[in-house]
């Protein structure tokens, strides 16, 4: 008599990277519900690729995430199937169409080197002491850790901050009522939950205000819902 609630969060990690970098092309994208993706192969590939959509999209989306992990030209050419030269011109085309992102990734690795320390929002903390490594792997390989962390560790406390706020919001619910809706586990930007098949609409807005009022950022957060009798389904 229970089915599956999938909520999960939209491209969370390029919110929160529009967010710190204050870039204004990434904060209206989100703020005016355009596919960010699409927008970043508008502003590296430019209208006259000769690519279809699809690949457009396919490629954009790819380099929107690499240069969060701060990949080098020679691998996202191997990522998009690209000469390292071409690959090298796009980032140089998505810096210059996002010039926020640079200046951020640029403020937090100079800042870094001086304190040591990079932070999420939250203020949770990595030492990075390696920054000023005299090896230069090792030195590339924290500086790429030093520009991630701040984005990817803000997500996973938005992602526990929700988790906190669904909770107290699903006690309310169930006070009183003999079946119960709870929350079954979290898998990266996901929460899944179990609910009475009658009241899964219900339960999943609730569930949707909560995770989507959870945190402030200068953009919208936004969650995908889904209900379902597995977690294919729900997720579909």
Known sequence: GHVLISADYSQIELRVLAHLSGDAALVEAFRQGVDIHDRTAER????????????????AKIINYALLYGKTAFTLAKDIGVPQQAAQEFIDAYFAGYPGVRAYIDRTLADARVSGIVRTITGRRRLVPELTSKNGMIRLATERETVNMP????????????????????????????????????????????????????????IRDAMEGAFHLDVPLTVDVGIGPNWTDAKA
């Open 44 to 59: 590296v590939f430019g209208s006259t690729s000769g690519l279809d959509a699809h690949e457009l999209r396919r490629r």
């Open 151 to 206: 984005i990817q560790g803000t997500a996973a406390d938005v992602l526990k901050k929700a988790m906190i706020d669904v909770q107290a919001a699903l006690a309310g619910w169930n006070a009183g009522r003999p079946h119960h809706a709870r929350m079954v586990l979290t898998v990266h930007d996901e929460l899944l939950f179990e609910a009475p098949q009658g009241e899964a609409g219900a339960v999943a807005d609730l």
